[in-house]
């Protein structure tokens, strides 16, 4: 499976971004798919998860109310839509893919089998 991650940039606080992920070598409907995100000296955080085909959606503590995972699993792509940005929410954003979804951890970026390259967003003040 490849992913490719897209739609990073410079937006100032407050602003709004919409990422995207698009895979091949094979259907993301049946995968759990998220975000990930890690700032500079920073951990890799959990930022938001679909599986399910967007039955279930899950969110971290800090993104929860600002931004919105969804998926077009016809164009085999996931979005996430970023609304209210904060300058604490630069870093890179990578999407993954989970092969088992019905067990494990889908917050927990060990539990991802396959990683697109990541998306740089950076918000100003």
């Known amino acids: 499976v490849q992913l490719q991650a897209s739609g990073g940039g410079l937006v100032q606080a407050g602003g709004s971004l919409r990422l995207s992920c698009s895979a091949s070598g094979h259907t993301i409907s049946t995968y759990g798919m998220g975000w990930f995100r890690q700032a500079p000296g920073k951990e890799r955080e959990f930022v938001a998860a679909?599986?399910?085909?967007?039955?279930?959606?899950f969110y971290g503590d800090s993104v929860k109310g600002r931004f919105t995972i969804s998926g077009d699993f016809a164009k085999n792509t996931v979005y996430l839509q970023m609304n209210s940005l904060k300058l604490e929410d630069t870093a890179v954003y990578y999407c993954?893919?989970?092969?088992?979804?019905?067990?494990?951890?889908?917050?927990?970026?060990?539990?991802?089998?396959?990683w697109g390259q990541g998306t740089l967003v950076t918000v100003s003040s």
């Open positions: 679909i599986k399910w085909s967007g039955a279930s959606t």
């Open positions: 993954a893919a989970d092969r088992n979804m019905w067990s494990g951890n889908i917050r927990s970026a060990g539990d991802y089998d396959y």
